[in-house]
């Protein structure tokens, strides 16, 4: 991968790992925050903290990815495929830059965690 289109990807996963860790923040905050007396609204509330919730463990889990993929830059793995060792596509990393897998190796993937489900 090209020097500059390499630091770009590097710089485009450290904005969005800051702006999911304001977004976690936030959610955080919102979930500490304490519940209406009314117990009809206290279950809106609690309703809506279920959602925030989900939110939050998608933003951690994209943290998770971005910083696993930084992490590989700095070890000069990054854009290599974790289980089969190839070059993963420009264009998928260019769409899914915390891509760890090549799309051959990602399809198989999804059809073992579908089996599993």
């Known amino acids: 991968m090209q020097a500059e289109s390499y630091d770009a990807l590097r710089e485009r996963l450290e904005r969005k790992k800051e702006e999911l860790t304001v977004r976690l923040e ?3 905050n919102n979930l500490r925050r304490g519940y209406h007396p009314d117990s009809k609204e206290r279950a809106k509330e609690l309703e809506d903290s279920e ?3 989900a939110l939050g463990n998608e933003a951690r889990a ?3 990815n971005i910083s696993a993929a930084l992490q590989r ?3 000069g ?3 290599i495929c974790v289980d089969c060792g190839t ?3 420009r ?3 260019q769409a899914h830059p915390y891509a760890h897998h090549c799309i051959d190796c990602a399809r198989l ?3 073992r965690r579908a089996r599993h489900s």
């Open 51 to 53: 959602v925030v919730d």
């Open 73 to 75: 830059m700095e070890a």
């Open 26 to 28: 936030r959610i955080t």
């Open 109 to 111: 993937e999804e059809e």
């Open 77 to 79: 793995e990054f854009g």
């Open 91 to 93: 264009g998928r990393i």
């Open 87 to 89: 070059e993963i596509e």
């Open 62 to 64: 994209e943290l998770r």
